[in-house]
């Protein structure tokens, strides 16, 4: 039988942190859970200075839940509190308690000169976050915004290849990195800094930290919109990304059937835990467009993530076919978008990117919807 979160939990409250003699769940160390067919990840708020330290605790955790029948792996990882605003009770990687007051949030810090922040998020790998985060940052280009490209997806990033973009940032001030610019936009992506082939191994305090200074450390400039290619999933990254810097919105890229299937509701329901606002789903992968004919077929069985926007109120942003012109000109470094701008597809992006650019004006979209995963 499929492992579930509550599972999980219950597992881990058997762990107990020795230093305080009180298990870990109670404690509220415990966040972004994410079990995925039988697959567990979650991370562990810890105080910096106890971090070394606390890798036993980190591998009893695992250890508890590993032995739960269906396990079939475990990632624990350590994060790191930041020296934080007093004002944040439970610890950056707390979820914001349902209801809490609007006045109880604590402020998060802006990045200079980028007057808006979004995310494109997934919720598992392969539904085309990326091609998606590229084109709609294209595509705000094109529609007169000063846009940058950040690619969190640390693990897999995939922007130098699809931007086009190779070698490594300078830094003209000696403090902060230049990003790279392609198409004129301003990217920034881990696969600039470290060799495509390495492996990835990170651990929870580097993967906030090389966030942090992605996002931070990077001379972006003036720019309208900070377009946030964030990694798949729901797991500590997101959390820093969303809990790290003040967020418009974010936007959920699913494909029909992952809508159904949960994966896609599982970053709606993280968005709504650290109570950033959804700007809408987009559908991509939608249908499929024959390259001979042109003829449309609704291989998976299309329409999905639209009407299951409306079941969950969130607004539907507009669907992206499956159409290997797309494939070849993202993989190939130049973007449909840019590459064929008078194309249909070029036109969706642009008025997704018109209908994103309003809600952010807009002041954000909708709070994501609850609801319960198991
Ligand atoms: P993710 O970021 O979700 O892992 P990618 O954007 O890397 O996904 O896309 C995965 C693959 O699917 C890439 O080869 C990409 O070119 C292709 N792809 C994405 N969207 C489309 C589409 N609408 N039509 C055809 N191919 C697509």
């Given at each position: 039988m499929a492992v579930t979160e509550s599972q999980v939990l219950e597992a881990l409250r058997r762990v107990v942190d020795p230093d305080r003699g009180s298990d870990i769940v109670s404690l509220k160390m415990v966040s972004g859970v994410a079990v995925k067919d039988g697959h567990v990840h979650f991370t562990l708020e810890v105080d910096p200075q106890r971090g070394a330290a606390l890798e036993p605790l980190r591998q009893s955790a695992e250890k508890a839940v590993d032995r739960l029948p269906g396990v079939l792996s475990v990632t624990a990882v350590l994060t790191a509190h930041r020296p934080a605003p007093k004002a944040v009770s439970g610890g950056p990687g707390a979820p914001a308690a349902p209801g809490a007051a609007p006045g109880a949030k604590p402020a998060k810090a802006g990045i200079p000169g980028v007057a808006a922040i979004i995310a494109v998020a997934s919720g598992k790998g392969g539904v085309g976050k990326s091609t998606t985060s590229t084109n709609l940052a294209l595509a705000m280009a094109a529609n007169g915004l000063k846009v940058g490209l950040l690619d969190a997806d640390i693990y897999g990033p995939s922007m130098p290849r699809m931007m086009g973009l190779s070698g490594k940032p300078d830094s003209t001030d000696g403090k902060r990195l230049d990003p790279l610019v392609n198409y004129g936009i301003k990217v920034m992506s881990m696969g600039f800094l470290v060799a495509e082939d390495t492996p990835m191994i990170w651990r929870g305090p580097m993967v906030m930290s090389a966030i942090t200074q992605m996002l931070r450390d990077v001379n972006w400039g003036e720019l309208d919109v900070l377009v946030v290619d964030m990694p798949p999933g729901t797991g500590d990254a997101q959390l820093t990304m969303a809990q790290g810097v003040p967020l418009a919105g974010a936007v959920i890229v699913s494909t029909p059937q992952d809508i159904a299937l949960l994966d896609a509701r599982k970053g709606l329901n993280m968005f709504r835990r650290v109570d950033v606002p959804v700007l809408g789903i987009i559908e991509n992968m939608s249908y499929f467009c024959c390259p001979n004919c042109g003829h449309r077929s609704d291989?998976?069985?299309?329409?999905g993530a639209k009407a299951e926007a409306e079941k969950l109120g969130i607004d539907f942003l507009g669907e992206v076919p499956l159409d290997i012109a797309i494939r070849e000109t993202s993989d190939a470094g130049t973007p449909i978008t840019v590459s064929q701008p008078d194309g249909v597809h070029a036109q969706t992006y642009r008025a997704i990117a018109a209908r994103v650019a309003e809600k952010i004006k807009a002041g954000?979209?909708?709070a994501a919807p609850r609801f319960v995963i198991e």
């Open positions: 291989i998976f069985s299309h329409g954000g979209g909708r």
